[in-house]
């Protein structure tokens, strides 16, 4: 096997490498979202992708879907903080 197999940085940047999973994931850092919430939030995104993408970080087990229908961050998604962070950070002072 190569070295890359097993990089976690090569893994993490596939996780989050399109446009709306950090973007989910910010929305529901800040407490669990509905479906509708999510959508007006992200601004662009369809309801296709949306629901594509959450299904995706349900079964990465970053994201939760409660029994009130919302969703919300799990201990695994949460960890994924000082990501927002740091890019938050970045894009204040770079961008």
Known sequence: MHKKDYCPVQKTATLLSDTWTM???RDLLE???RFCELERSLEGISTRTL???LKILESE???KKLKDGSYCATPRGKGLRMVESAM???GEKYL
Request: hydrophobic share 35%; glycine share 6%.
């Open 31 to 33: 407490g669990p979202r």
């Open 51 to 53: 629901t594509n993408k």
């Open 88 to 90: 938050r950070r970045y």
């Open 23 to 25: 973007l989910i994931i």
């Open 61 to 63: 087990k970053l994201v």
